[in-house]
């Protein structure tokens, strides 16, 4: 099952501050019928970053079957993350950085890592556009 999702991002104060998070989860049926939800989140006292975590968790959660995701985000550091391979070293370490420190967000980071070993998903750039 291929999902397309899109994402929007407003968060205000750096580097902690509050926001709103919005996914659109697109996908088209067998028939061409077009289903869409979306998902919405909140955070306050936090960074961006944990603001484009916690959705693509929320979004992710809400997949009730394994899929093929295309993931628009408009967050480098999440795609540097799992792209450069520091996802999977931060688990292999007990969840601890290079300097023995864990993430910030760890748990945020092991939820999206379960659903990773779940769907197929592919972080694209996004424009943080209104949904």
Known sequence: ?????????????????????????????????????EIKTDIDNDTRNALA???????????????????????KYIKNCINNGWLTSWQQSGWKKSDGKPPANVELWKLLDMSLKLHNVKFIGGSDGNL
């Open 1 to 37: 099952m291929k999902i397309k999702v899109i994402t929007s991002l407003d968060h205000k104060g750096n580097p902690k501050g509050s926001g709103t998070a919005k996914a659109l989860i697109i996908y088209v049926d067998e028939q061409g019928e077009r289903h869409e939800k």
């Open 53 to 75: 975590l916690k959705l693509s968790v929320e979004v992710l959660k809400a997949l009730i079957k394994p899929c093929e995701v295309e993931l628009s985000l408009n967050c």
